[in-house]
């Protein structure tokens, strides 16, 4: 199987621990994302005056947002890191900004995924790690998994090494 299958089925083997029902799906989530994102820019921006007066015009910040988020998932960032990220932009006020809208609508998503038992292949990373740290044994019963040979390694990312070492 692929890594994302692979994990898949682990993930859905232990949603219980994870916080979610049985059953849990895998949807993309791409269009609530940017709901979402759309609702914390348009708070944001109706109680911050100040953003208003700023170079980017408001409708871009949520593309810029969403290119963001995907590519910190993308690269195994997740909540926690978010807050320590310095997205280099040389506007200090446009990456503050982005790195609230960012974190705001993670916490947003988070719980949208709880409540439709669902989360999408961007989370399989994060969720696995999220295993980790609640069984540390990494006994997935019910997996008669001798071997896990992984092809094109080089497009393999830090958590899902972490995750492939921590069920060795």
């Known amino acids: ?23 849990l799906s895998i ?33 871009r910040y949520r593309d810029l947002a969403f290119e963001c988020w995907e590519k910190l998932e993308e690269k195994g960032y997740f909540e926690k890191d978010i807050e320590n990220i310095d997205f280099g932009n040389d506007d200090k006020h446009i990456s503050d900004s982005l790195k ?15 409540e439709e038992n669902a989360i999408s292949i961007s989370d399989f990373n994060k969720e696995t790690e ?7 044994s990494s006994n997935i019963s019910g997996f008669n998994t001798k071997f896990l040979f992984i092809d094109e ?16």
Do not use: C, M
Not at 4 to 22: E, N, P, R
């Open 27 to 59: 949807r993309s989530f791409t269009h609530e994302k940017k709901v979402i994102l759309r609702d914390v820019i348009n708070e944001l921006f109706t109680t911050n005056n100040g953003l208003k007066d700023r170079n980017i015009p408001i409708y």
């Open 153 to 168: 390694f080089q497009d393999t990312d830090n958590s899902q090494i972490n995750s492939i070492a921590w069920l060795r």
């Open 130 to 136: 999220e295993l980790q740290k609640i069984d540390k």
């Open 100 to 114: 609230t809208i960012i974190q705001d609508a993670v916490k947003r998503y988070e719980k949208l995924k709880r």
């Open 1 to 23: 199987s692929t890594i994302h299958s692979f994990f898949k089925k682990v993930i859905q083997k232990k949603s219980l621990d994870l916080g979610y029902g049985t059953n």
